[in-house]
């Protein structure tokens, strides 16, 4: 089974602060996705990658940015952390494009910043 | 644009139920998911289609590719059904981005 695991399943963090979101696949996937889900809105696409050191951005890539050094790892950044930022954060990857390929989701990631 | 719709947003059952959600798009696809969220976050992959039906357990996925509608049904429903399904489409040529629904919120009552 593939596993993606977030680094943390709660995270608090002050306005202005840079913070770092992990994410790790163990299933050698292409693509890795990086979604934020709001109440009323549901998930929206912030950043996805479909290689190493590559990345396109979504619906909503203001105030973020993502880093893809191995495989197997892709991080997303708040340069700059602000309240509108708080959310859940979910994590997903897939071995090819989502057009027929099924998505391997992270437990996410509820950020609070004050 | 692809615009796709779910329903209905909340559904109450009894222990027992035949359950269906309904999930509608608004240009072609090459692939239709069916998602499952429980309380806590982490989201699970039931189904991906493109055409006809898929069954898993008591979990049934069908679409119509003319019709543009895709349901989910759960048979014989229980209590840990309770959950938001959520509906996403694909299209050829997308390396990335899928199409959410808001989602359907699922109680079902012993």
């Known amino acids: 089974d593939v596993k993606v695991t977030q680094s943390s399943r709660y995270l608090v963090k002050r306005t202005g602060e840079k913070v770092f979101l992990e994410c790790v696949q163990d299933m050698d996937h292409e693509n890795m996705f990086w979604y934020r889900q709001d109440p009323g809105l549901g998930l929206r696409l912030i950043y996805f990658?479909?290689?190493?050191?590559?990345?396109e951005k979504g619906d909503i890539p203001e105030g973020y940015s993502v880093s893809r050094e191995k495989k197997e790892r892709f991080s997303l950044i708040l340069e700059s952390a602000s309240t509108n930022q708080t959310s859940m954060y979910l994590c997903?990857?897939?071995?090819?494009?989502?057009?027929?390929?099924?998505?391997?989701f992270g437990d996410g990631t509820r950020l609070s910043i004050l | 644009k692809n615009e796709v719709e779910q329903s209905p947003q909340n559904l109450t059952a009894q222990e027992g139920e035949f359950i269906t959600i309904n999930c509608s798009y608004s240009?072609?696809?090459?692939?239709l998911h069916w998602l499952q969220q429980h309380p806590g976050g982490g989201i699970v992959s039931l189904f991906m289609l493109s055409s006809g039906k898929k069954k898993h357990g008591r979990l049934i996925a069908t679409i119509n590719i003319q019709e543009k509608h895709s349901s989910l049904h759960i048979t014989a429903s229980h209590p840990r059904d309770s959950a938001v399904y959520i509906c996403?489409?694909?299209?050829?040529?997308?390396?990335?981005?899928?199409?959410f629904g808001k989602g359907t919120k699922l109680s079902v009552k012993p």
């Open positions: 996403a489409v694909g299209y050829g040529g997308s390396q990335g981005n899928l199409i």
């Open positions: 990658s479909y290689d190493v050191k590559m990345k």
């Open positions: 997903a990857s897939s071995l090819g494009a989502v057009s027929n390929q099924p998505q391997h």
């Open positions: 240009v072609g696809i090459s692939a």
